[in-house]
């Protein structure tokens, strides 16, 4: 039987929400966002969960996770410290992370098959495991075809605040042509609005497909991710909050004609907590689902 690995991206700082947001739960038996995401995984056919973490949650991680899981599949802890770089470039005071892309990077080790990255602060919904697991069954291992499973614009905003997505574009196949960090995006009464590199305020379409981090990757994409991290610190090793994003090592793929991606559509609703204020409404989204019987009343 062949094995997929789902990662996750559990290392954020959560200064907008103002806490560990990717422990906090979310449901009245105290189950977390991380929680639903690994039993829509394992449901989908998962086999192996690599954990990206924080030195500071790493033994409440191990502690939670490691007890749930047991059995189930099998379980990698890895841990992202900005450290974690080539020597030569370890001169640098920096305290806040290197990004999605060295998230990632870190684990490299441990990944040995087909593999879903996700963020461990977003509800993909079942659906959208299942859609990126039919991708990675198929996946040639061998390959640069990759995978991104799309969300519309408009179901991922906040009503507390801004938000950052990357935009897709696509062409008549739904291979990604482009995608394009869009930050402080905001509901403006009847429109959306963003704010260009050059502070300009841009409109946005809501059905446009944003990306979420979901994404499925064969091994070699860490080959390619390595040696677009060394390039990125050869001009950035000595800045402080400057980072390294998994979109922009995708697009930069693209762009240079070295991988495809396939842009992948799901009826799966996301859910997220960017700001405290967040919580309450998925707080509410997920005691709905369960009496709903989406999920049992305990997961594990």
């Not at 290392?11 to 979310?26: E, P």
């Not at 930069?252 to 919580?279: C, F, R």
Request: glycine share 6%.
């Amino acid at each position: 039987m062949k094995n997929y690995t789902l990662v996750i991206l559990a290392a954020g700082m959560g200064s907008r929400y103002g806490g560990t947001k990717q422990l906090d739960a979310v449901s009245e038996n105290g189950e977390t966002i991380m929680d639903f995401s690994l039993f829509d995984a394992v449901k989908a056919g998962f086999t192996k969960i690599v954990f990206i973490v924080r030195k500071d949650i790493l033994e409440e991680v191990k502690t939670d996770f490691g007890v749930k899981l047991k059995g189930i599949v099998d379980v990698e802890y890895v841990v992202q410290e900005t450290t974690n770089v080539p020597g030569r470039f370890k001169d640098n005071a920096r305290q806040k992370p290197w990004g999605t892309g060295h998230a990632l990077l870190v684990a490299k080790d441990v990944i040995k098959e087909n593999f879903c990255v996700i963020n461990a602060d977003d509800f993909y919904g079942q659906d959208a495991f299942e859609t990126i697991m039919s991708f990675l069954r198929e996946a040639d291992e061998k390959t640069t075809n990759f995978a991104m499973v799309g969300y519309p614009i408009y179901n991922t905003l906040s009503d507390n605040g801004s938000v950052s997505r990357g935009e897709t574009f696509v062409d008549e196949n739904n291979k990604l042509k482009q995608i394009i960090e869009r930050t402080s995006i905001s509901k403006q009464a009847d429109k959306i609005a963003y704010k260009t590199e050059e502070g300009v305020e841009a409109t946005i379409s809501k059905d446009t497909l944003v990306s979420l981090n979901f994404w499925g990757f064969t091994p070699l994409f860490l080959d390619h991710l390595e040696t677009e991290f060394n390039v990125f610190l050869e001009e950035n090793s000595q800045e402080l909050k400057t980072e390294f994003f998994l979109p922009f090592v995708v697009d930069s793929l693209i762009q240079n004609n070295q991988a495809e991606v396939e842009v992948l559509s799901t009826d799966a609703s996301w859910m997220g907590v960017t700001y405290k204020e967040d919580k309450d409404i998925v707080v509410a989204k997920v005691k709905e689902l369960i009496d709903q019987s989406f999920y049992p009343s305990k997961l594990w």
